[in-house]
């Protein structure tokens, strides 16, 4: 019984060798390239590339999904790294497109590299390696690809000095019409957001509130007008000494902030001057 026992256990260890040697001999190594990186998205808050790896299986039965490691470096250091991974396989003679979204955080970059507050671009390079989860292929192997690329940085808006037109006047008014150019030298749409302004007479405050902008669309330059409504009988209560004077000194003030997470606490403050003529 011994001696059969043994004899088995021999049997089934030199069939084990065996398939298993045949099975990796008539197995193909998959065919691994790297497809394509794009820019997927660019926004206000940062960057999404996304990196295509292309997998083809020659054989004829299925293959498990390959795990994907990443590490992105921008001025030759590296910034953020991470691994994707997946359950499902890869059919027998089939290809396949392995997605490698990457999020570039502009808050994160800026902190990290205050040097490139103020370039345009930033330079960047994508190491990836590729390697199935088990060693299907008889040893670990891993296909390693990189990628060197830019993506843009933000700006900020460009503003014009406003401009202080008189739109029309009658015996108990003068409406005034003030216009600012904002330039968005960015590749993304801005948000809307608020100017707030202060209408003066005389050096003296007179009408303060706030105005709204509506997006401003990429490389784009938006004119933000809104109009300012001018009472002679409120005028002349809060400046009594004007009353028979022909014009009185004028200026209006703009300010406020664009918004823009990574240049936060960075404010605007534009202002002209003008004569408002009167009754």
Request: glycine share 6%.
């Amino acid at each position: 019984m011994k001696k059969i026992i043994t004899a088995a256990a021999v049997l089934f260890t030199v069939l084990a060798l065996s398939t298993c040697k045949t099975l990796q001999s008539v197995m193909q190594e998959p065919l691994i390239s790297l497809h394509s990186v794009e820019l997927a998205s660019v926004n206000i808050n940062g960057v999404q590339l996304l990196c295509k790896v292309q997998v083809e299986n020659p054989n004829a039965f299925e293959i498990p999904f390959p795990e994907t490691d990443w590490e992105l470096f921008i001025n030759a250091n590296s910034f953020v790294s991470g691994v994707v991974k997946n359950n499902r396989h890869i059919g027998a003679r089939q290809k396949m497109l392995v997605d490698v979204p990457v999020n570039l955080d502009y808050l994160g970059v800026f902190n990290s590299f205050r040097s490139l507050k103020g370039s345009q671009k930033a330079g960047y390079k994508i190491a990836l390696g590729v390697k199935f989860p088990v060693s299907v292929f008889g040893e670990d192997k891993v296909w390693n690809f990189e990628h060197e690329g830019e993506f843009p940085l933000p700006q900020l808006p460009k503003l014009s000095a406003p401009s202080i037109r008189i739109e029309s006047r009658d015996s108990t008014k003068v409406e005034i019409l003030v216009t600012v150019n904002v330039e968005n030298p960015n590749v993304f749409e801005l948000p809307s957001f608020k100017i707030e302004y202060d209408y003066r007479l005389n050096r003296n405050s007179f009408i303060k509130g706030e105005t709204g902008s509506a997006a401003i669309a990429a490389g784009a330059v938006t004119p933000v007008v809104f109009r300012l409504s001018v009472h002679y009988s409120d005028l002349f209560r809060s400046f009594a000494s004007l009353i028979g004077s022909r014009e009185v000194y004028g200026s209006i003030s703009l300010f406020g902030d664009f918004g823009i997470p990574v240049f936060s606490g960075e404010t605007f403050n534009l202002s002209t001057s003008g004569s408002l003529p009167l009754r």
